[in-house]
């Protein structure tokens, strides 16, 4: 059985930083692009960062580029979002993703059922 857990998430001041981190167990994802995804209050789930399976190349949704750094470890089956001058706006559950095969279509269009995901961690950030 597949599972993701993140953990990392909190409080933090605006200008602040956390670090969210995502272990995986069940199988093993080297060959898959692995992500990170965002819910606001009354808001639609986001894309956020993703990375593919090498770690060679990642991609950003603007808002958080220069800002957020995506990585992943393939022999702990791991990946991490390090979140630098964090905004208000960032507040949002955080979801931890893995696509379900090495396939990739790019930042642009993600479907939620591709995906495995992560029960979500939720990250504050106050003014």
């Known amino acids: 059985q597949v599972q993701l857990v993140e953990s990392g998430g909190g409080l933090a001041q605006a200008g602040g930083s956390l670090r969210l981190s995502c272990a995986t167990s069940?199988?093993?994802?080297?060959?898959?692009?692995m992500g990170w995804f965002r819910q606001a209050p009354g808001k639609e789930r986001e894309f956020v960062a993703t990375?593919?399976?090498?770690?060679?190349?990642?991609f950003y949704t603007d808002s958080v580029k220069g800002r957020f750094t995506i990585s992943r470890d393939n022999a702990k089956n791991t990946v991490a979002l390090q979140m630098n001058s964090l905004k208000p706006e960032d507040t949002a559950v955080y979801y931890c993703?893995?696509?379900?095969?090495?396939?990739?279509?790019?930042?642009?269009?993600?479907?939620?059922?591709?995906?495995?995901w992560g029960q979500g961690t939720q990250v504050t950030v106050s003014s």
């Open positions: 993703a893995v696509y379900k095969t090495p396939y990739y279509s790019g930042p642009s269009s993600w479907v939620k059922d591709d995906l495995y």
């Open positions: 990375i593919t399976s090498n770690g060679a190349d990642t």
């Open positions: 069940g199988r093993t994802f080297s060959r898959n692009v």
